[in-house]
């Protein structure tokens, strides 16, 4: 068969075949994820390991609600970047967004606990709430190169579902470090870790999803092919 201009139409399709570049296939999304878990556990190790352990990690992790808090923010951050990788292709479902949120509430409930258990052995001293730029810093700041790792694995997200899969990956990195703080930065009360680690968790989350379309453009088209 031939079009309008004399050009077989088997001739066509063939050129255009022939000009096309292989399109690699991408591993699983729990593949992918446990790789970039790894990197991230890695990182916030040799974070911890240059930083040393708080002094008074041992006590701290005989309070039930302090380890509760560990359990359920390294939780979180696990299962915001498995749903983080699933949202990122198009034939998954967008309902894995919710897939941290349990872990995530769990973790606010712990320090919601560790709060009550503050004020029953202080009274109001319990909830006295100073201020700690250094946590904020920690979190954010380590949360930049995890998060360009995150932004590098997922960048072909943009035109799919940007807010979410970069509200998910950010929380991930940001749990994370959360308890790469815990076991190196002490605070004095509950209330201050509810305050600076949800605090810096729920900035760097609001930040993501704000910036996400023109972040992923920008990656896209800085990446390599």
């Known amino acids: 068969m031939r079009g309008a201009d004399g050009v077989r139409t088997e001739e066509l399709v063939g050129s255009l075949v022939d000009d096309l570049t292989p399109v690699r296939r991408l591993r699983r999304p729990l593949v992918r994820a446990v790789g970039w878990l790894a990197f991230a556990v890695a990182a916030i190790g040799v974070v911890v390991a240059l930083s040393g352990f708080r002094p008074d990690l041992t ?12 359990v359920a923010a390294a939780g979180t951050g696990a299962l915001a970047a498995i749903a983080a ?12 967004a919710l897939l941290p949120l349990p872990g ?12 009550v258990a503050d004020f029953v052995r202080l009274g109001p001293d319990g ?15 380590l949360s930049l190169p995890l998060g360009g790792a995150m932004l590098f694995a997922l960048r072909h997200a943009g035109p799919i579902r940007p807010v979410p899969t970069a ?4 929380l991930s ?12 930065h ?11 680690h ?19 453009r920008l990656a896209e088209r800085l990446a390599p092919a």
């Open 59 to 70: 006590a701290r992790l005989a309070e039930p609600w302090e380890v509760a808090q560990l």
């Open 85 to 96: 990788f699933h949202l990122a292709l198009p034939d998954r479902s967008g309902a894995w």
């Open 104 to 115: 995530f509430a769990l973790w606010l409930a712990s320090l919601g606990w560790g709060c």
């Open 127 to 141: 909830l006295a709430l100073g201020t700690s730029w250094a946590c904020l810093g920690f979190i954010l700041g």
């Open 167 to 170: 509200a998910t990956g950010v």
């Open 173 to 184: 990195v940001a749990m994370l470090a959360s308890v790469g703080l815990s076991l190196v």
């Open 186 to 196: 002490h605070l004095d009360a509950a209330i201050m870790v509810l305050v600076w």
């Open 198 to 216: 949800a605090g810096a968790v729920l900035i760097a989350v609001a930040v993501s999803a704000g910036l996400s379309r023109p972040t992923f």
